[in-house]
């Protein structure tokens, strides 16, 4: 009987969950109208009936679709269908990915602390739906939380390959990554997945799907992840050659001039651009940014982004230093619109668990009576933020002003996502023993 009874609970909290979530589709669909997913649709419909595809642009607005040519031909299929049905189809491939995540992201961060992860992860999914920048992605139509997808799925691929690095070691027996006889042939597949070998795929995918995930690929590199890199450069090689192949003139337009048009989505100086540029722009009362000011800028958040990156990857935070760099491509850019976003997501986890691994560490301390109340309070002030109603907050560049502070205050968690083994400093289990183990991210 109580397993039957939990089976049951377990039935009514999914049914009640998908319906929750079609009742939220629902009503962004209805409040931003899926206008950039329309925008896209006629743009593909014309491409398809012989026109170009960067050709359309709007009545009034003179809005064009920016969708790199690999995106536009896997958009193809879709774009025959209504714009209700392919907006449907978005939203819950978006939604997948965003549950795949949080169950990468959360569910680890659940067990540290001896706490159910199925629990865990409906709650911060539930949360994170109230998040304006996914609010946002489902309601305009966007790929915002499949790229989100994407980058998360090569973090877990990067932690497979630590795990199966680190079970070499000490495990009796050939390793993982070598074949053995007898097997069958589904064993590549599992070898393939138990040792990261896929690492690079999506961010590669990614950057097809996007381009401004480069950055990823930027990070790769400097933190000598070489075989990823060159993954995810091969990936992007190969969609964009493929894309030539079958589109040839669509893509001699996106390289030759769509990519450098960074007002195809609306003005720079609009208030749903949250990128520096963005902001520059509105502090100079001007429809394009000053480049000389903006790149002097840029290149300097870009470089403190990348290195904070960089140590939180050598003190065996991955998690936090791929968020950190989708922040500071979010505030690099010259457009971020408010469903490019999605970072502050992992980033409001991260404040929380730092909080509570302050509270862990510290038993009834004395000098300090609320450990962690910092991140806690951070936690909940950039959440609330980003909760709120834009229009009370794009006016005075509160996105904008938060992702240059995340970038730079921003903590990262010693040992809890490894991609690498440490080379800089001593185990963090002998410097930190009463925080728990790195088990998980």
Known sequence: MPAENERITRSVVVTLGCVGAGLAIHLLHLRYGLSQLAVDRAATRDWLGGDGLYAYRTVGARVGTALPPPAAILFSPAALLPLVGVGWLLALAGLTALLLSVVALAGPVARRYGKPRGPAVLAAVALALLLEPVRATLGLGCLDLLVFGLITADVVALRRATWARSRAAWWPGPPASRPQRGRSRSDPVRRTWATGAWAGVGTGTAIALAVSPIIFLVYLVVTRQWRPAATAAGTAAFMFAGSWLVAPAASAAWFSSVLTQFDRGGPLDAPANQSLAGVLARLYDSATTPVLIWLAFAGLLAAVGLIRARSAHADGDEIAAVTL?????????????????????????????????????????????????????????????????????????????????????????????????????????????????????
């Open 325 to 441: 760099v989708g922040l500071t491509g979010a505030a690099f850019g010259p457009v971020s619109r408010v469903n490019e976003l999605v970072w502050v997501l992992p980033a409001v986890l991260i404040l929380i668990d730092g909080a509570a691994r302050h509270r862990v560490a510290v038993r009834r301390p004395r000098a300090r009576r609320y450990p962690g109340a910092g991140h806690a309070a951070a936690a909940v002030l950039v959440y609330l933020l980003f909760v709120v109603d834009p229009v009370w907050t794009l006016g005075w560049n509160g996105y904008a002003f938060a992702l240059i502070l995340l970038i730079n205050t921003l903590p990262w968690r010693p040992g809890v996502a490894p991609a690498v083994p440490s080379r800089r400093r001593p185990p963090v289990a002998r410097r930190i023993p009463a925080i728990p183990g790195p088990r998980g991210s």
